[in-house]
C-alpha cells in the first residue's frame, strides 16, 4: 500500500493523523540531517502499523517534506 505522508520534524512529539484514505501527517521529534528524520518516519510508521521496519520503505522525497512511503502489510 503506497500513503502519502507529509512530515513535520523538529516536534514535540512523535504522532501519526490520518488525514483522509492514503495521507497521513507525521510529526517527529528527530531533526532532518544524515536521514534522523527517515530512519524515525519508517520506525514510528512501522509501528503505526503493526508491521516489522523491513516492510516500510520510503520510496519518493526522501529529501521532502511530503514523502511517498510503501507499507507491505
Known amino acids: 500500500m503506497c500513503i502519502y505522508v507529509k512530515v513535520s520534524p523538529r516536534s514535540s512529539k512523535?504522532?501519526?493523523t490520518k488525514i483522509s484514505e492514503g495521507e497521513y501527517r507525521v510529526?517527529?521529534?528527530a531533526p532532518p540531517v544524515n536521514g534522523q528524520a527517515n530512519q524515525a518516519l519508517i520506525e514510528i510508521l512501522s509501528e503505526y502499523f503493526g508491521?516489522?521496519?523491513s516492510?516500510?520503505?520510503i520510496i519518493g522525497g526522501k529529501?521532502?517534506?511530503i514523502k511517498i512511503v510503501d507499507v507491505n502489510l
Open 51 to 53: 508491521v516489522s521496519k
Open 14 to 16: 512523535n504522532e501519526v
Open 55 to 57: 516492510l516500510v520503505n
Open 27 to 29: 510529526k517527529l521529534t
Open 63 to 65: 529529501s521532502a517534506r
